[in-house]
């Protein structure tokens, strides 16, 4: 089906007054015979799309995992889940079922990214709670939740370096993980890339330094 339409432009090198002309035009509906036809590979049948060798892990078991970590150590994969639980899955392949879940620690917010430390400690990037840090025996200590006097609104990417530096993202300054639409519909950046360290004045006792690395990118998430 066939629709005609006339769209005025204009051309600045007319007068004020004589700067429009119309311009005809014919949009054309396709077919859907010929949408069918696209040779995409998406309408191709891959090896890859089901690998025989792939398996679900701790499916009914974990609320909406955000990120994984691989301990090498244990052997455990730790993932922080949308009720607020740390998870450890440990995988047994000689045994049915192939996967236990162990709900560890519950932050009390919304973990998102976590990264292991120097000393067998978990660090977590919680959207609710700014950043933790989680003990091997499941103690949480609150690092920071703000910086220059300006809460985090959404603590989100983290990662530790070989130094024991923390690098860690605030999505957004301004809004919450509820909102975050708000901030995408907004289109400015409220987000800041940050550093800190950990400095032990006592046992099981952090004091944290932490600087500005970078700011104004929009919704920064992961770090690596």
Not at 100 to 119: D, I, K, Q, Y
């Amino acid at each position: 089906m066939a629709l005609s339409h006339n769209f005025s432009v204009s051309n600045p090198n007319t007068s004020r007054h004589h700067r429009h002309a119309h311009l005809p035009t014919r949009l054309v509906r396709p077919s859907p015979s010929a949408l069918s036809r696209v040779d995409s590979p998406l309408n191709q049948e891959s090896s890859c799309s089901h690998p025989s060798h792939a398996s679900r892990v701790g499916f009914g078991l974990l609320q909406g995992p955000e990120v994984v970590a691989y301990h090498s150590g244990s052997g455990l994969i730790y993932t922080g889940c949308e009720d607020g639980w740390l998870k450890r899955v440990k995988l047994n392949y000689l045994e049915n079922p192939e996967f236990v879940v162990e709900s560890w620690v519950n932050t009390g917010g919304r973990p998102l990214e976590l990264a292991f430390g120097l000393h067998n400690e978990v660090v977590v990037a919680d959207a609710d709670k700014g950043l933790l840090n989680v003990t091997s025996e499941g103690e949480v200590k609150l690092l920071t939740d703000e910086a220059e006097g300006v809460k985090f609104g959404i603590t989100d990417g983290v990662d530790v370096a070989v130094d024991d530096t923390i690098y860690f993202t605030d999505a957004s300054y301004k809004y919450n993980l509820t909102d975050t639409i708000l901030d995408i519909l907004e289109g400015q950046s409220h987000s800041r890339f940050l550093s800190a360290t950990q400095q032990p004045n006592r046992p099981k006792c952090w004091s944290v330094t932490y600087t500005l690395l970078m700011e104004w990118w929009f919704q920064p998430t992961k770090v690596t």
